[in-house]
């Protein structure tokens, strides 16, 4: 009689459950956080080494571009930017290792707060929050884009007669006017806009016209790309001259980079 003893062993696979590519398996991934500060510099080079990183860029005293690595980097990786102006103006661009390079304005004395995700390629930009300056208030937004941007009286911008406006004065948030005479402000083309403020689809911006102070109408026009939405066949609305009808809020919602809707919320 033959008596066999031994052992028995299942096959194994030769594939790893979750594959050998980069970003296959963040499975049991630590969750880790950093947080660095880089003096400012006309370039500045980002290295995120962590699940979370925030960035507080040291005060802008001039423009700045930023590039990041994509290198150990993981899908869902999270990166904050915190930037923030001296008392004049500063362009900020996105540059490699950003999905959609462009280039943004710090309005002087202010703070933004961008937030970007990695999927796999490069940085995405997920949204924006904006502090007031006068009052510290943090306005943090939605996205899979950018969010509105509300700002304060001592960040509106002046539009003292009839002109199209830039769209770095529109990205304060606050146009205002005390002109004597009748005032027509046409907005920035969509495209326009959504390159400064780094918009895409889905994103929501949001600014105040303040006639208040002003003696007359002020009459506000859409640019190229841009649909109004509850205005006249005419795309335009006029506000009144008196503190009780003079003022007037608008959001702007981006169906592309290149278009959007206008409503007036209040």
Same mark, same amino acid.
């Given at each position: 009689m033959l008596v066999c003893i031994g052992s028995f062993a299942s096959a194994q696979s030769t594939s790893p459950r979750f594959g050998t590519l980069k970003n296959q398996d963040n499975t049991g991934r630590a969750l880790t956080y950093g947080y660095v500060t880089p003096a400012y510099a006309a370039s500045v080079a980002l290295v995120p080494r962590y699940y979370d990183t925030t960035v507080k860029v040291g005060q802008l005293t001039g423009n700045l571009t930023l590039t990041? $690595?994509? !290198?150990n980097c993981y899908v869902g990786d999270k990166l904050e930017i915190v930037l923030a102006a001296d008392a004049t103006d500063r362009t900020v661009t996105f540059s490699t290792g950003f999905t959609s390079g462009g280039t943004v304005l710090i309005p002087a004395s202010g703070t933004f707060c961008y937030y970007f995700t990695f999927n796999g390629v490069g940085w995405i930009h997920a949204s924006k929050s904006v502090f007031a300056t006068s009052t510290g208030l943090n306005v943090n937004g939605n996205?899979? %884009? !950018? $969010?509105?941007? /509300?700002?304060?009286?001592?960040?509106?911008?002046? /539009?003292? /007669?009839?002109a199209t406006i830039t769209a770095a004065q529109l990205a304060t948030g606050l146009l205002t006017t005390t002109s004597a005479?009748?005032? !027509?402000? $046409?907005?920035? %083309?969509? !495209?326009?806009?959504?390159?400064?403020?780094?918009?895409?689809?889905g994103t929501v911006f949001e600014f105040i016209v303040d006639n208040s102070a002003g003696a007359n109408t002020v009459t506000v026009a859409v640019g190229s790309g841009i649909t109004a939405s509850g205005f006249p066949a005419t795309n335009t609305l006029t506000l009144g001259a008196s503190t009780t009808i003079g003022t007037a809020g608008f959001r702007l919602v981006f169906i592309s980079a290149t278009a959007a809707t206008l409503t007036r919320i209040n």
């Open positions: 990041v $690595t994509v !290198t996205v899979t %884009t !950018t $969010t509105g941007n /509300i700002q304060n009286h001592t960040q509106g911008v002046a /539009i003292p /007669i009839t005479a009748a005032v !027509t402000m $046409t907005l920035p %083309t969509a !495209t326009q806009i959504a390159t400064q403020i780094g918009a895409t689809q």
